[in-house]
């Protein structure tokens, strides 16, 4: 059976990948307090050098992330996001899983009413990757 076969029919390498995304160990993302929490106002955060590594290949991936929040009752602290953001350079992750991950745990942490995140990876084999995912919620 060719690599494409077992791929189809879901046996293939990706088998076993990723199966601890949602409860890897990454640093704490940590927060502050909203003084205008009173006033609804758009946050956008953009970094052009998030980094991982491809799960399948073990070669690395490239990519622009960008948060858009309308925080609540609190706002992140950008030192924390950078970290965070940073300790993705050595782990082994699909695009659709960093994307998803980070919402997650920005989420979590910010509590925002609601934040959208995209992750713009560089081509691979000539295929431009964009993935986003949103986040609704409330002020707590």
Do not use: W
Request: charged share 20%.
């Amino acid at each position: 059976m060719s690599q494409t076969e077992e791929l189809a029919a879901g046996q293939g390498d990706y088998e076993g990948l990723q199966e601890d995304v949602r409860s890897m160990e990454l640093p704490g993302i940590e927060v502050f307090t909203n003084q205008y929490s009173d006033r609804a106002y758009e946050i956008t955060m953009e970094t052009l050098e998030f980094s991982c590594i491809c799960p399948k290949t073990g070669q690395p991936d490239f990519a622009t992330f960008r948060i858009v929040y309308t925080p609540g009752e609190l706002c992140v602290e950008l030192k924390s996001l950078k970290l965070y953001l940073g300790a993705f350079r050595n782990i082994g992750i699909f695009h659709e899983h960093a994307v998803n991950r980070i919402l997650d745990d920005f989420s979590g942490a910010v509590k925002p009413a609601r934040a959208l995140v995209t992750g713009s990876f560089n081509a691979r084999g000539g295929i431009q990757t964009t993935v986003e995912a949103s986040y609704e919620g409330g002020a707590s």
